[in-house]
């Protein structure tokens, strides 16, 4: 019994120290060996007995414990400085990533507007009525609203249909002078060669106090993108109608397949049609609170973009998850 301690200690390894472990606390070991002895000893003195070898076997315990914990720690450092990584070395199977080319579009937008210091707004996907309609001057059943078609949640909150909604959020947190562009996820009830139920736009709105911002602002600031994404364009703008906007209009660039002279991408046209924009209408103005304002206001698909940028023939085919796809992006 007296050397127990020092054998515990003198265990050199985890191996020895399991030897002496079941030499000590094992079912045939020392301490078995003693309860065992239990049955022997006079009634009198059992308790005694009992208690001074409880005692004794949680000492040891004690001692083994920390002896273990000794020794795992030293053959762990043993076993990692054998094992040795080199987390730079490199790979022969690595795989190239590469931007998808909806985040590469978005980002060319992005860095052509932050440029010219806008910043960069964003608003949530799930909106609610006013934000993505009546603040935008489409009040309930007023037929614009079926230029887009809408998903609904059962509580009545909605899909966004557009970015629009986060001229309204900005305005509403804050005070003129605004230029802000929000890019992000948009959905419309729609799915053939040209249209899928989630895009991308990015919504432009630049508000400043009294009447300095006129269509002259917009067209300037429109031509100049456009012939940062597609080069030497010729661009023109044409009479459209948004509720939100008054004037408004819808801006084509020269078809850059066929150049002007007419092709299947631009249906003979010549003409591809880029962007919705228009002068902000004073009913926004009025649903935020603002007075004594003027602005502009554009929008723009993303996938439009990419797909003329990179001549993808079918919008679908960038989210349907083909790793092939991204291949011929890298
Ligand atoms: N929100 C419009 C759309 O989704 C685009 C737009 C934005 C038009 C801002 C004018 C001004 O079609």
């Known amino acids: 019994m007296e050397n127990l301690e020092k054998k515990i200690q003198e265990a050199d390894s985890l191996e020895a120290l399991e030897k002496v472990r079941i030499e000590i606390f094992g079912k045939k070991g020392v301490l078995s060996a003693e309860f065992a002895k239990l049955k022997d000893i006079p ?4 308790k005694e007995f009992a208690a001074g070898l409880n005692r004794k076997k949680a000492q040891l315990l004690d001692i083994f414990n920390s002896r273990h914990e000794i020794l795992a720690q030293e053959a762990l450092h043993k076993q990692l400085k054998s ?3 080199d987390l730079s070395l490199y790979s022969f199977n690595s795989q190239k990533g590469a931007l998808h080319p909806v985040r590469e579009t978005m980002d060319k937008i992005i860095d052509y507007f932050v440029a010219l210091n806008f910043a960069v707004e964003s608003g949530p ?3 609610d009525d006013f934000h993505n309609f009546e603040a935008l001057n489409l009040p309930k059943n007023h037929p614009a609203r079926d230029m ?3 998903f609904y949640f059962a509580d009545g909150k909605l899909l ?5 909604p986060v001229q309204i959020r ?4 804050e005070e003129p002078p605004i230029r802000i562009i929000a890019p992000g996820a948009v959905f419309r009830r729609d799915y053939d060669l040209t249209h899928t139920p989630m895009f991308h736009q990015v919504e432009g709105l630049v508000v400043e106090k009294g009447h300095k911002v006129s269509f002259a602002n917009l067209k300037w600031i429109l031509t100049d993108f456009l012939h940062e994404m597609f080069g030497e364009v010729d661009v023109r703008f044409r009479p459209s109608f948004f509720p939100f906007t008054e004037p408004s209009a819808e801006v084509d660039i020269s078809c850059i397949f066929c150049k002007g002279s007419g092709c299947r991408v631009c249906s003979h046209t010549g003409w591809l049609e880029v962007l919705g924009c228009g002068v902000v209408d004073p009913n926004v103005f009025e649903a935020v609170g603002y007075k004594d304002v003027s602005g502009y206001a554009f929008g723009l698909g993303v ?4 797909m003329l940028l990179h001549q993808i023939p079918d919008l679908r085919s960038l989210f349907e998850g083909d790793i092939r796809l991204l291949e011929q992006f890298r």
């Open 43 to 46: 009634a009198s003195e059992k």
């Open 83 to 85: 094992e040795d990584f």
């Open 125 to 127: 996907m799930a909106e």
């Open 148 to 150: 887009q078609d809408t």
């Open 160 to 164: 966004r249909t557009h970015t629009s």
């Open 170 to 173: 900005t305005m509403l947190k």
């Open 303 to 306: 996938e439009r973009f990419a």
